[in-house]
């Protein structure tokens, strides 16, 4: 296990709503324990994982069609079928979790 430091200097007046957003509700949710907010705080770097990769993925997509050299209409089609497809992907994955990271 990584022995450094993760969430030492950390500055709540500086995260401004974000932080009483959670003090909010982790009150109302009664997440109290250290277990139960590192159960949440599990998720969320799961999630956060999971937007990460699509992100990647997006950008991927976005790199390849910038330079895609087109000679056959249909494969322009096609490529712009699938980047249409993983945008509509990334937007309900962002909607999803609107709020929730």
């Known amino acids: 296990m990584n022995s450094a ?3 030492s ?3 709540p007046e500086a995260q401004g709503d974000h932080y009483l957003r959670h003090i909010d509700r982790m009150t109302v949710e009664e997440l109290h324990s250290k277990s139960a907010i590192a159960a949440e705080l599990a998720h969320r ?3 956060i994982g ?3 990769a699509l992100n990647t993925e997006l950008a991927a997509v976005a790199a390849a069609f910038v330079s895609y050299d087109v000679k056959d209409h249909d494969d322009h089609v096609e490529m712009m079928l699938d980047y249409a497809a993983m945008l509509k992907a ?3 994955a962002l909607a999803k979790h609107k709020g929730a990271i």
């Open 90 to 92: 990334a937007r309900a």
């Open 45 to 47: 770097d799961i999630e």
């Open 50 to 52: 999971k937007l990460k």
């Open 9 to 11: 200097g950390r500055d």
């Open 5 to 7: 430091n993760i969430y």
